[in-house]
């Protein structure tokens, strides 16, 4: 069976253009940031770990 796992070459796209990815092991958590057109910023991650997401 193949581990599943985030395509490379989507990873470097995102990279390119400033995403930033920390690989942890295999629980589901996540933290996003959601930029609007208009320029507001929200920020919010899953309550299950340490998380924390942060938008300048």
Same mark, same amino acid.
Request: no cysteine.
């Given at each position: 069976?193949?581990?599943? &796992?985030? *395509?490379?070459?989507?990873?470097?796209?995102?990279?390119?253009?400033?995403? +930033?990815? =920390?690989?942890?092991? /295999?629980?589901?958590?996540?933290?996003?940031?959601?930029? &609007? *057109? #208009? /320029? +507001? =910023?929200?920020?919010?991650?899953?309550?299950? /770990?340490? #998380?924390?997401?942060? /938008?300048?």
């Amino acid at each position: 069976m193949q581990k599943k &796992s985030f *395509p490379e070459p989507a990873r470097l796209s995102l990279e390119k253009m400033g995403y +930033k990815f =920390i690989l942890r092991g /295999g629980i589901g958590r996540t933290e996003l940031i959601l930029i &609007s *057109p #208009d /320029g +507001k =910023i929200e920020a919010i991650a899953d309550r299950r /770990g340490d #998380d924390h997401a942060e /938008g300048l």
